[in-house]
């Protein structure tokens, strides 16, 4: 009888193929949970614009970060936005797009403020028909983590 002994060599390929694989999936677990970090700050922009467009301002506020709740209260917010959009601009509704996020590793919503780490910046485009025309807004919009979730910051840097 012969017996069969597995070559050193053929341990190495098996070493090699089974070392190949792990790196694959270690990188491919990191680029998801990148991907999926910047879809999931966006689909909340898109949320915090889409209850703008139709005038639900109580809804889009609760998507704010709690620094920026504080600087103006709900009933002040809801207010605000409605007689701007709705009484300034004579218009119901407007559309958006939303571009794609950029990452910032640390960012400030005012100069001496708190320093947010994994911040990502979306630059919004909000185009309005009313009584005075046909105008167009950008604004820079970004969202941080907030107690797991992601809300929505404005830059108030002067």
Known sequence: MLKRRRSKNGNKVIVII???G?????????????????????????EFYNYESNGNYGESWNLL?????????RGTYVQDRAHVFNGHFGTDTFTYEVSEGKKLKEW????????FKAVYEFKVQ??????????MFVQYVFVGKEEGEWRILWDYNK
């Open 18 to 20: 089974i070392g190949i």
């Open 22 to 46: 792990l790196i694959f999936i270690f990188f491919y677990i990191v680029f998801s949970l990148l991907v999926n970090a910047e879809r999931d700050a966006r689909k909340v922009v898109s």
């Open 65 to 73: 970060h709690t620094g920026m709740q504080v600087r103006f209260d």
């Open 108 to 115: 400030r919503m005012i100069k001496d403020g708190e320093t």
């Open 126 to 135: 909000q185009d309005f028909k009313g009584k005075y025309g046909h105008f």
